[in-house]
Structure formats: C-alpha cells, structure tokens
Antibody, heavy 120, light 106 residues
Framework: QVQLVQSGAEVKRPGASVKVSCKAS????????IHWIRQAPGQGLEWMAV????????SFAQNFQGRATMTRDTSTNTVYVELSSLRSGDTALYYC?????????????WGQGALVTVSS | DIQMTQSPSSLSASVGDRVTITCRAS??????LNWYQHKPGKAPNLLIY???HLHSGVPSRFTGSGSGTDFTLTISGLRPEDFATYYC?????????FGQGTQLEI
C-alpha cells in the first residue's frame, strides 16, 4: 500500500536550519510529484514547494524562495526539504503529500506530519 | 496567487444533518478544485477532486459541485466521524492555494 513516512519532530533555535525527510513506498516513486505543505498552530494549510522525482526540478512558494531547498534520493525513494534561517513563525506541522502529475492534480496520500518547533 | 475563500469559517450541526460548505476562488479555476477533510493529529484526507469526483473509498454522502469561481461541498446525513475541518484547494495555477478551512462542530 502507498505510504509516505516522515522523519520525527525537531526543535531548533531561531536562525538554525532543519531538514525533514519523506520516504515513499508502495508505488513507482517517479510517477508522482511530492509536495510540502505546512500548518502553523491554529492556522490553515500553506503550500510550500514541489519536486519532480524524475528530474529533481523544484518549485517554491514565494515565501520560501531562497530559504528552502528540496532534494530527492531515487535509490531510497526519499524526498527532503531543508528550511534555513528559521524563525518562530516557521513553527508548524510539515506534511509531504503525493501529487498526481496530470492536471487537475490533487493530493491523494499524505505523510503523517513532522512537527518543527522553533524556539530560543 | 489565486485566493480561496471558504464560508462559513465554522459550522455547528447535529448527527443526521445535511450541511453545505462554500468555496469561492478569486478568479475562474474551471473545475480544478479539491476538498480535504482534516482531523487533529492526522493527515488530511482527500474527499473530492476536480470539483465533483469522489475519491476512492470516500462515502457517497460527500458530494461536490461547482465550476468557475463558486464551489460547494455537501455532506448528507452527518455521522459522528464527519466532525472535522474541511479545506478546499485549487490546482488551476501555481502556487496551489487552500481555503482557510471550515470547522464542522457538533
């Protein structure tokens, strides 16, 4: 069965970086894009970025351009997102989600979420 | 960016009720609209894609409709497990954007 398993919770200081992983299984890794979506406490869902696992090409929301990088490892079917220069507003649950490659796309499977807490 | 506005922000209902949630896009998105159910501590679940298509395994009491800028999610015969937050999301243009959510409460 399709699964997206994310790394565990992280606590970071302001200004630090965090790297969250998302390991995919149960399907052909290169057949779907992987998106990152976060939810700050008490807030809604915010799209961050997407990666094409076949080519490694990425696209980021304007809020994260220059501060986030996204990579993939096709040998382990794992996608990583790294966010630098962390601030308190980055405290959130970070989800990876599988997105269909055809349009209209949708997120049919999600990871369990990784809580990132930024605190001094 | 396309702005997605849901109404109401919260809604109180009872088991067995029929409820409707509305989502409005800031410009036309054709039928590129998805609905998700989100419960605390769990990952969101896809309910409806492309405005009106029921995702596999989702009960038929969930229905979606609309096109252009105005969309609705209707839940007929509310069950206890339906009390959650519901989000719409457009996939018409980058970046994908979500509505602010509708919290459905008992």
């Amino acid at each position: 069965q399709v699964q997206l398993v994310q790394s565990g919770a992280e606590v970071k200081r302001p200004g630090a970086s965090v790297k969250v992983s998302c390991k995919a299984s149960g399907y052909t890794f290169t057949s779907y894009y992987i998106h990152w979506i976060r939810q700050a406490p008490g807030q809604g869902l915010e799209w961050m970025a997407v990666i094409n696992p076949t080519t490694g090409s990425t696209s980021f929301a304007q809020n994260f351009q220059g501060r986030a990088t996204m990579t993939r490892d096709t040998s382990t079917n794992t996608v990583y997102v790294e966010l630098s220069s962390l601030r308190s507003g980055d405290t959130a649950l970070y989800y990876c989600a599988r997105g269909t490659q055809v349009v209209p796309f949708y997120y049919d499977y999600w990871g369990q979420g990784a809580l990132v807490t930024v605190s001094s | 960016d396309i702005q997605m506005t849901q109404s109401p922000s919260s809604l109180s209902a009872s088991v067995g009720d029929r409820v409707t949630i509305t989502c409005r896009a800031s410009r036309s998105i054709s039928v590129y609209l998805n609905w998700y159910q989100h419960k605390p501590g769990k990952a969101p679940n896809l309910l409806i894609y492309a405005a009106s298509h029921l995702h596999s395994g989702v009960p038929s009491r969930f229905t979606g409709s609309g096109s252009g800028t105005d969309f609705t999610l209707t839940i007929s015969g509310l069950r206890p497990e339906d009390f959650a937050t519901y989000y719409c999301q457009q996939s018409y243009s980058n970046p994908p954007t979500f509505g602010q959510g509708t919290q459905l409460e008992i």
